[in-house]
C-alpha cells in the first residue's frame, strides 16, 4: 500500500517539541524524513530511549552532523539540494548565523518549501526572546480562562502551545507543497507558539473582539454552554453537555428531574446562566443517586452527550480507543516490543502508518551519506574531522 507522502523528503533541523510534532505530521503519512542531530550526545543523555523520544520521532531516521563545521555545512546544502521540505525551530537569528535561513537555502533548491516555528515570530519587538511552551499559555490568554473561578492562572495540563504550533506549520507546509505543484516554486511557511495559542482562544478571543468582554475562569463549566460541565454521582464524576433548550429538557427528563424545566429560574439560557450554581446544586443532588456508568449510558440513550473522566490508563483501556488504534505496537531493540500513540486522521485509501521505532542518535548517518554520493573513505574522512 502508498503512503500519501512518501514521494517527499523532509530534512529535520528541529528540536524540543514543536518542530518534531510538525515533522512527525509528514513521517507519519510517509514522507522520508532524515533527522539531523548534533554530532555528539550530552553525557549521561538518555532521553534517546525515553518514552518522549520514543513517541515523538518514530518514522524518522537519525544522522548526526556538525552544522558548525564547512564540511558538515556542505552536506547539508547537498541534502537540501534533493529535498523538498526543510523543517526548525531556532530562534530567528540563530539559522542566519549559520547560513541556513531560507534565502540561503532557496538559492540551492528553489522548490524547497522551509518550515519554521519560533516563540514570538520571527519578527518583532519579541522575535529574539527565547519561546516556552508555558510562557505562550500565558501570554496568549489561556491560562487566564483556565481553572477554577478567583483560583488565579492555571496552566493547561499538556504544552498546548507546543503542539498546535506544530500542527499549524505542519498544515502550512502541506499547503505550500500543494501550491508548488502549480507554480513550481517553495515558500518559507513559518508560525510561532504565540501566534497557536491566540489561534486556539478561538469564541474567547471573539467574545473580546466583537463583545468587548473580557471571559473570566469558569473551571469545569463551560464558559457559554449551560448546563455544560462536571456532574457529581454516586461513584465520581461525569461530564454532562447539555445546553440549548432543546438538550436541557432531554436532560431534565431523562434524569427524572422534570420539575427543573419550568423552574422560573432555569427556564431560558439567561435564567440558567445568571443560576449557574444553583441549577447545577439541583443537578448533582439527582446524579449522586446514581453510578457514573448508570448515568452515561442512560444519558447517551436520551441524546444527551455525557461520558466518563478518565485518567490517561483508563484512555488506553476504553473499548473505542482501543478500535480507533490509537496506540500501535513497534519494537525497539533495547526496549522490545512498546506502544506508541495512532495517528489522529484516517485516509480510507492510502492512510499514513508507524513503520519504524525511533531511532538511535546517529543510526543512519553512514546510510545516507551514501546515499548522497559520499564514497568510504570520503565518510571516513568526515568522521575523523568531526563534521558528522
Given at each position: 500500500?502508498?503512503?500519501?507522502?512518501?514521494?517527499?523528503?523532509?530534512?529535520?533541523?528541529?528540536?524540543?517539541?514543536?518542530?518534531?510534532?510538525?515533522?512527525?505530521?509528514?513521517?507519519?503519512?510517509?514522507?522520508?524524513?532524515?533527522?539531523?542531530?548534533?554530532?555528539?550526545?550530552?553525557?549521561?543523555?538518555?532521553?534517546?530511549?525515553?518514552?518522549?523520544?520514543?513517541?515523538?520521532?518514530?518514522?524518522?531516521?537519525?544522522?548526526?552532523?556538525?552544522?558548525?563545521?564547512?564540511?558538515?555545512?556542505?552536506?547539508?546544502?547537498?541534502?537540501?539540494?534533493?529535498?523538498?521540505?526543510?523543517?526548525?525551530?531556532?530562534?530567528?537569528?540563530?539559522?542566519?548565523?549559520?547560513?541556513?535561513?531560507?534565502?540561503?537555502?532557496?538559492?540551492i533548491n528553489p522548490r524547497i518549501v522551509y518550515g519554521s516555528i519560533s516563540g514570538f515570530g520571527q519578527t518583532g519587538p519579541y522575535?529574539?526572546?527565547?519561546?516556552?511552551?508555558?510562557?505562550?499559555?500565558?501570554?496568549?490568554?489561556?491560562?487566564?480562562?483556565?481553572?477554577?473561578?478567583?483560583?488565579?492562572?492555571?496552566?493547561?495540563?499538556?504544552?498546548?502551545?507546543?503542539?498546535?504550533?506544530?500542527?499549524?506549520?505542519?498544515?502550512?507546509?502541506?499547503?505550500?507543497?500543494?501550491?508548488?505543484?502549480?507554480?513550481?516554486?517553495?515558500?518559507?511557511?513559518?508560525?510561532?507558539?504565540?501566534?497557536?495559542?491566540?489561534?486556539?482562544?478561538?469564541?474567547?478571543?471573539?467574545?473580546?473582539?466583537?463583545?468587548?468582554?473580557?471571559?473570566?475562569?469558569?473551571?469545569?463549566?463551560?464558559?457559554?454552554?449551560?448546563?455544560?460541565?462536571?456532574?457529581?454521582?454516586a461513584d465520581g464524576h461525569i461530564n454532562i453537555a447539555a445546553s440549548g433548550q432543546v438538550m436541557y429538557r432531554r436532560l431534565c427528563?431523562?434524569?427524572?428531574?422534570?420539575?427543573?424545566?419550568?423552574?422560573?429560574?432555569?427556564?431560558?439560557?439567561?435564567?440558567?446562566?445568571?443560576?449557574?450554581?444553583?441549577?447545577?446544586?439541583?443537578?448533582?443532588?439527582?446524579?449522586?443517586?446514581?453510578?457514573?456508568?448508570?448515568?452515561?449510558?442512560?444519558?447517551?440513550?436520551?441524546?444527551?452527550?455525557?461520558?466518563?473522566?478518565?485518567?490517561?490508563?483508563?484512555?488506553?483501556?476504553?473499548?473505542?480507543?482501543?478500535?480507533?488504534?490509537?496506540?500501535?505496537?513497534?519494537?525497539?531493540?533495547?526496549?522490545?516490543?512498546?506502544?506508541?500513540?495512532?495517528?489522529?486522521?484516517?485516509?480510507?485509501?492510502?492512510?499514513?502508518?508507524?513503520?519504524?521505532?525511533?531511532?538511535?542518535?546517529?543510526?543512519?548517518?553512514?546510510?545516507?551519506?551514501?546515499?548522497?554520493?559520499?564514497?568510504?573513505?570520503?565518510?571516513?574522512?568526515?568522521?575523523?574531522?568531526?563534521?558528522?
Amino acid at each position: 500500500m502508498s503512503l500519501p507522502l512518501e514521494h517527499i523528503t523532509v530534512v529535520d533541523l528541529t528540536r524540543a517539541r514543536s518542530g518534531p510534532t510538525a515533522v512527525r505530521q509528514l513521517a507519519d503519512m510517509g514522507a522520508k524524513v532524515v533527522k539531523v542531530e548534533a554530532r555528539e550526545l550530552v553525557e549521561g543523555d538518555s532521553t534517546a530511549i525515553g518514552f518522549d523520544f520514543l513517541n515523538l520521532h518514530r518514522n524518522k531516521r537519525s544522522m548526526t552532523l556538525d552544522l558548525k563545521h564547512p564540511r558538515g555545512l556542505e552536506i547539508l546544502r547537498r541534502m537540501v539540494a534533493k529535498a523538498d521540505v526543510v523543517i526548525e525551530n531556532f530562534r530567528p537569528d540563530v539559522k542566519h548565523r549559520l547560513g541556513i535561513d531560507y534565502e540561503s537555502l532557496s538559492k540551492i533548491n528553489p522548490r524547497i518549501v522551509y518550515g519554521s516555528i519560533s516563540g514570538f515570530g520571527q519578527t518583532g519587538p519579541y522575535a529574539e526572546r527565547p519561546g516556552y511552551d508555558q510562557i505562550a499559555q500565558g501570554m496568549g490568554g489561556l491560562m487566564s480562562v483556565t481553572g477554577l473561578p478567583g483560583q488565579g492562572p492555571v496552566r493547561v495540563g499538556i504544552p498546548v502551545a507546543d503542539l498546535t504550533a506544530g500542527l499549524f506549520l505542519a498544515q502550512g507546509i502541506l499547503v505550500a507543497l500543494l501550491e508548488r505543484e502549480r507554480s513550481g516554486k517553495g515558500q518559507w511557511v513559518h508560525t510561532s507558539l504565540l501566534q497557536a495559542m491566540v489561534t486556539m482562544l478561538d469564541f474567547q478571543a471573539a467574545r473580546w473582539l466583537i463583545d468587548s468582554e473580557i471571559a473570566p475562569q469558569a473551571g469545569n463549566d463551560h464558559p457559554t454552554g449551560i448546563p455544560t460541565g462536571v456532574f457529581t454521582t454516586a461513584d465520581g464524576h461525569i461530564n454532562i453537555a447539555a445546553s440549548g433548550q432543546v438538550m436541557y429538557r432531554r436532560l431534565c427528563e431523562a434524569i427524572g428531574a422534570e420539575d427543573l424545566i419550568g423552574d422560573p429560574r432555569f427556564k431560558s439560557m439567561a435564567d440558567r446562566s445568571k443560576n449557574r450554581r444553583a441549577m447545577n446544586e439541583e443537578l448533582d443532588k439527582v446524579l449522586v443517586k446514581r453510578t457514573s456508568a448508570e448515568w452515561i449510558e442512560a444519558l447517551n440513550k436520551a441524546g444527551v452527550p455525557s461520558g466518563p473522566i478518565y485518567n490517561i490508563k483508563q484512555v488506553f483501556e476504553d473499548p473505542q480507543i482501543q478500535h480507533l488504534r490509537m496506540a500501535q505496537p513497534v519494537r525497539r531493540a533495547e526496549r522490545g516490543e512498546i506502544r506508541v500513540q495512532g495517528l489522529p486522521a484516517t485516509l480510507s485509501r492510502t492512510p499514513g502508518a508507524i513503520r519504524e521505532p525511533a531511532p538511535t542518535h546517529g543510526e543512519h548517518t553512514d546510510e545516507i551519506l551514501r546515499e548522497l554520493g559520499y564514497s568510504a573513505s570520503e565518510i571516513a574522512s568526515l568522521k575523523q574531522e568531526k563534521a558528522v
